[in-house]
Each structure stands twice: as structure tokens, then as C-alpha cells.
């Protein structure tokens, strides 16, 4: 019987913890496997051999139940890199002899673009070496811009808090008989599905948000001070959605710091609502305008995330333990929609060399030609992935979650 290990990388979510329980009650269930190892801190645990052994605390129906629902990353995260190969053989041949030392026969990452990278670089080498581990890669991201798969883990809970709070800031701002302008800034570096999903707030009463820009849609000042100008014609209180990527025609970050990149080369965004809040200010004095940056809150707000994103993150991370007792390797687990109403998925999986690095994007046919909206045609893509509660328990009036000693 061989052993597994799993790490979590990336940005946090409501759901990444429940693809987690779907690996360990994989591992726990297949006669094939006997213990599941967690590394702390993603890939960089297993460069400093920092692990848990998490076996025995999850044979307890009612952790693996509290795991599912605890936000952000029980095995903690990292942003790390590995280099090419060619570059630096070292950290590769450091891993599998850890892999070796624990009797590894399968190796889980659970994260985003950048996590399918390191599971693509893992995945040739152990290829170039004849290593029989298997490297499986578990989607996860709030963006929604992993390519092949429907839809991410973390995307649908992520998208009902902001559609939530898009209709909470809309009945703020409609208590003052005043004209405003409130412009809440979401995250979306590349790709603008989750702030295109705010328009989920819109209902018979509430037509907020009013405008709504992409990373996809080139951006121009003047045009939306225009659009904001007309708006305010017809609504006392004008709500705008816009993605902290956002960009002009040249491909500029209308947010982004001179020269200011991260680990992996991305420029550093430093506010684009802060930035378009100056601008109105500037141009339109008479008006109150303020920006509402939704930060992390909008990533593991797990008192409001969505049923059908857990329940999938569980299904997802089971369907990556039965690739890798299979025999597979190399692959990212993904999701097939078979329909929308009634809505139903399957588990699939595709060769992660044709995911990593990728981003995929709002469609063309989802934006209006102005570039400031949404149009209807996405809500049926939109509207199942939200649905159901999460069942948190409460104690005391605070959500109840499965301690992080570990990380402490």
C-alpha cells in the first residue's frame, strides 16, 4: 500500500477546504492507500519537510463534516514558483526523494493558474525520471479562469457574496435623496467573471450595478465619464462594478504600480476603484462618490457561501483520488455541464499542460458593445452555481470552524 500527500496553494476560498475532505475521505476509503499526509504551506512544506499526518483525525465523520465548511486553507498556502527544470534541478529531485522517504504513490495540489504550473513542471519531471507518483492538480479559484473546466471551486461562493453585497450597498445608498456615485471594486486581475456575476443583484426594484467593466473590455476614462454622466440622468444613485484589472486599449492596468511586479511576474494592482473615485472627484465636484474595495472578504465569507460550490469541491477532489488509483497522472480534475435546467455536471479531467498558464476569459457574447455591461445571456451560466446554503453551525452567534493550530 502506497501513501498520499496533499497541498493547497494560491489565494484562499469558501470551498478549497472542501476539495481537501473529498481527497482525504478518497484516500481514507480506497484500499489502495493507507495515509494521507498534509503539507504545510503549500510546495514549500514539502521543501522543508513540514507535514501533517492526517489520518487518524479525519477518520472522524464529524471533522471531515467541519472541514468541508471552514474557510480558507486548512494546510495553509504559498506563492512559490519552481523553476524550469533545466534552470535548476534541485528542488525537483529534493521532492521526490521526500515523495520516496514517505512512500508517496500520489501527489494532490489544490489551487489556481499558478498551482497548475508547479503540478504540470512535477508531472514532466516525474515523467523524465519514470517515477511511478502520481500528480493529480484540484482546481481552485474565485477568478473562475482555469480553461477546459465549467467552472472553479470558490467561484460560485465567491460570486453569491458579491451579489449579496451588491444588493445590500444598493439599498444603502438608495436611503439619501442625494446624488451618488458608488463604484465597488472586485477581484479579477485577467479575467472579469466575478464581477460580471454582481448582476445577480439586479431584481424587479434594484437595477444596480448600473455599470459594469471588465478586464475584457478596454477601458477609457472619458468614455466612462460619459457613462456615468447619462446614468446619472435617469438614477439619483449610480452603483458601478469594475474589475481591479481593468485596462486600457494598449493594455494597460489602469490600477497597476510603475515597475511593480510579484513572484510570478504579475503586475501589482493598487486600487482601481480608489483610482476612478479621484477621477469623478476631480470631474464632477457636486457629486458624493466613494469606492468600496470588497478585498478579502469577497474569497472566504463561508457563512454565505453556496451548497452546489461544496458539494462539487468534495465531488471534485474524490474524482482526483480514483484518476490517481487508475494509474493517471499529469491531469487537472474538471467539470462538464451536461445542462442547465434541470442544472447537472460531471467530473471529467484534462492534461494539465493544457491548462497552466492559461486564462480563460468572459466571453465576447457577454458584454454589451459599449463595454459597460453584462448582458442577460450569462445568468443562466451564472445562476446555478450559487444556489443552496452552506450549513455553517453557529455558537455563541459566531460561525463554528475547524481550528488551525498548525498554521499557529
Known amino acids: 500500500m502506497k501513501n498520499c500527500i496533499v497541498a493547497q496553494s494560491g489565494g484562499p476560498t469558501s470551498a478549497i477546504n472542501a476539495s481537501l475532505a473529498g481527497i482525504i475521505r ?3 476509503e480506497h484500499p489502495d492507500y493507507d495515509r494521507i499526509y498534509g503539507a ?5 512544506g514539502i521543501l522543508e519537510k513540514r507535514f501533517l499526518d492526517l489520518t487518524d483525525d479525519f477518520q472522524k465523520e464529524e471533522n471531515l463534516d467541519l472541514l468541508k465548511v471552514t474557510p480558507a486553507m486548512y494546510l495553509g498556502s504559498c506563492r512559490y514558483k519552481l523553476p524550469n527544470v533545466k534552470e535548476d534541478i534541485t528542488p525537483y529531485e529534493f521532492i521526490f526523494k521526500v515523495f520516496e522517504s514517505l512512500n508517496i504513490g500520489a501527489f494532490f495540489y489544490i489551487g489556481g493558474n499558478d498551482s497548475m504550473d508547479t503540478v504540470d513542471k512535477l508531472s514532466a519531471y516525474a515523467a523524465s525520471i519514470d517515477s ?19 467552472h472553479t471551486p470558490g467561484f460560485g461562493s465567491a460570486a453569491k457574496y458579491v451579489a449579496s453585497s451588491m444588493l445590500e450597498i444598493f439599498h444603502d445608498v438608495a436611503i439619501y435623496n442625494l446624488k451618488s456615485v458608488t463604484i465597488v471594486e472586485i477581484m479579477g486581475r485577467d479575467a472579469g467573471w466575478l464581477t460580471a456575476s454582481s ?12 455599470l459594469v467593466y471588465l478586464p ?40 497597476a504600480s510603475s515597475d511593480a511586479v510579484d513572484h510570478f511576474g504579475h503586475s501589482r494592482l493598487s ?5 476612478l473615485e479621484y477621477l469623478l472627484e476631480d470631474r464632477m465636484s457636486t457629486i458624493r462618490v466613494r469606492s468600496i474595495e470588497l478585498n478579502v472578504l469577497q474569497r472566504c ?16 477532489g474524490l474524482h482526483g483520488v480514483s484518476l490517481a488509483a487508475e494509474g493517471k497522472t499529469g491531469l487537472m480534475v474538471t467539470l462538464k455541464r451536461i445542462s442547465n435546467e434541470p442544472y447537472k455536471v460531471v467530473c471529467d479531467s484534462a492534461p494539465v499542460c493544457e491548462i497552466a498558464n492559461q486564462v480563460k476569459s468572459v466571453p465576447a457574447e457577454f458584454i454589451n458593445e459599449q463595454g459597460n455591461d453584462v448582458l442577460p445571456g450569462i ?24 481550528p488551525i493550530p498548525h498554521l499557529l
Not at 457613462?227 to 439619483?236: F, S, T
Not at 486600487?271 to 483610482?275: D, E, I, Q
Open 26 to 28: 478518497g484516500v481514507l
Open 132 to 150: 511511478p507518483v502520481r500528480i493529480i492538480g484540484i482546481p481552485k479559484t474565485i477568478d473562475n479562469d482555469l480553461c477546459v473546466t465549467d
Open 271 to 275: 486600487g482601481a476603484g480608489k483610482a
Open 301 to 316: 465569507s463561508s457563512h454565505i457561501s453556496s451548497r452546489t460550490d461544496l458539494d462539487e469541491s468534495y465531488q471534485q
Open 379 to 402: 445568468l443562466p451560466y451564472l445562476k446555478p452555481l450559487i444556489q443552496g446554503e452552506s450549513g455553517v453551525n453557529f455558537s455563541k452567534g459566531i460561525p463554528t470552524y475547524l
Open 216 to 255: 475584457e473590455a478596454p477601458f477609457d476614462t472619458e468614455n466612462f465619464l460619459t457613462d456615468v454622466n447619462q446614468m446619472l440622468q435617469e438614477y439619483d444613485n449610480v452603483i458601478v462594478a469594475v474589475s481591479e484589472g481593468i485596462r486600457d486599449k494598449d493594455g494597460n492596468y489602469i490600477s
Open 40 to 44: 504545510l504551506n503549500g510546495i514549500t
Open 199 to 210: 448582476i445577480l443583484a439586479r431584481n424587479e426594484y434594484c437595477a444596480a450595478p448600473h
